[in-house]
């Protein structure tokens, strides 16, 4: 980069950290814009796993690998596909030595993030109402405090309802027509000994074949958060008369439209330390892309939300980041250099978001008990992550060389 641009994140998630992190790696200062008070100032949702080929790979160009791995849980990779009776339809376990996908808490990964950031990168408490051009390929953004900021380049690492997106499409996420409930049970192994057991180390997802589920992981600290799901319309509970901050009503409810599952995987439905989070699942038109605007563009959700289905979400949030920041450092231009970030994303992103959007409706699909959605070769998945890994660093150094 032949002048140094003025550059505003808009996100203060893994994908806005790790850009910032990456670029200040090479010299480059940026500012990010949260509308969180604290980097741990709420609930970050559970775990996530990180992938050889996508976030592993960000990771190593921000110089965390070492601590990332001081963190991850290399047996929360397995899993273990149930029926609503709890019979193993498939399992995976990882040999020791394999690390094409570790678990880490969401939290953990922020935290992480944000540790080896400049102090004063991140703007805390600062809520994005509107951006808008400001001449010349600039952007002024407005912020709820009455701040306002000018930037040469905007980055929208704001996720699914981004505030960045619209200077460059019209595109809006759209109902994926299945609810999610959100909860957690503390102290597993000794206060839910049966839940830890159908769970073990890693995941757990059993369906019925009728569109209802069940989908939870371990965390760290004795944690098992997840999903209790099924197929509804946005507000269905507002037309099945419960309140969300009921849980005996919320109980009673799930043990109706459960009715066929058996006791043993029923306290998953009622035996929650949490409250019922309700989380209605969207994504964007798939593929997506859109005609190149001067001074701003998107990475991870905001550019590309899928279906969470694949665990494809935050691995290529973080490694769009990654790869802005390096072409940032590395291209004459910002135009040139969103140029180069948002070709390679397109490429990537368009059918991982197809596939993941695919994979979640055939999940919830009625499928015949003689014909059960069975989930993917884990093991083959993992193989998979390691040769793109090496296909892609493969590349980056033909690339250097060139």
């Known amino acids: 980069m032949t002048t140094t641009p003025r550059i505003a994140i808009v996100g203060g998630g893994p994908a806005g950290l790790m850009c910032a992190r990456v670029l200040q790696r090479h010299g480059i200062e940026a500012a990010v814009?949260?509308?969180?008070?604290a980097v741990d100032s709420r609930d970050p949702g559970g775990t996530l796993d990180l992938h050889a080929d996508s976030g592993q790979i960000a990771l190593e160009d921000a110089g965390l690998m070492d601590a990332f791995m001081a963190l991850a849980r290399t047996e929360g990779q397995a899993k273990t596909s149930r029926d609503h009776h709890g019979t193993v339809r498939a399992a995976f376990v990882p040999t020791d030595d394999d690390t094409a996908a570790p678990e880490i808490d969401r939290g953990q990964l922020r935290a992480m993030l944000h540790a080896h950031l400049r102090p004063g990168?991140?703007?805390?408490?600062?809520?994005?109402?509107?951006?808008?051009?400001?001449?010349?390929?600039?952007?002024l953004l407005e912020f709820a405090d009455g701040g306002r900021v000018s930037a040469d380049l905007v980055v929208g690492a704001d996720g699914a309802w981004s505030k960045v997106r619209p200077l460059l499409t019209d595109a809006v996420p759209e109902y994926l027509g299945v609810c999610f409930l959100d909860v957690r049970y503390d102290d597993v192994d000794t206060r839910h000994p049966g839940i830890a057991e159908l769970v073990g180390h890693g995941h757990m997802f059993a369906n019925d074949g009728d569109g209802r589920a069940v989908i939870v992981q371990r965390n760290s600290d004795g944690v098992v958060r997840g999903y209790i799901a099924f197929r509804a319309e946005a507000d269905w509970h507002t037309r099945a008369g419960v309140d969300l901050t009921d849980r005996a009503a919320v109980r009673a409810f799930l043990l109706r439209e459960f009715s066929g599952w058996s006791a043993l995987m029923r306290p998953m439905l009622t035996d929650n330390d949490s409250d019922y989070l309700p989380r209605a699942f969207h994504a964007l038109p798939a593929p997506l892309t859109w005609r190149r605007v001067p001074g701003a563009t998107l990475v991870g959700d905001a550019a590309h939300l899928m279906a969470p289905f694949g665990g494809h979400g935050t691995n290529l949030a973080l490694l769009d980041a990654a790869e802005l920041a390096r072409a940032i450092a590395e291209e004459a231009t910002v135009d040139a250099a969103v140029a180069r970030h948002e070709a390679a994303m397109f490429a990537r992103s368009g059918e991982l978001a197809v596939q993941s959007n695919a994979a979640l409706r055939r999940f919830f699909a009625t499928t015949s008990p003689d014909a059960p959605h069975l989930p993917p070769d884990h093991a083959a998945e993992h193989e998979e992550y390691r040769a793109r890994a090496a296909e892609y660093r493969r590349r980056q150094g033909e690339a250097g060389r060139a």
Do not use: S
């Open 33 to 37: 814009y949260d509308a969180d008070t």
């Open 121 to 139: 990168t991140v703007r805390w408490g600062h809520k994005l109402l509107r951006v808008a051009p400001d001449g010349d390929g600039a952007h």
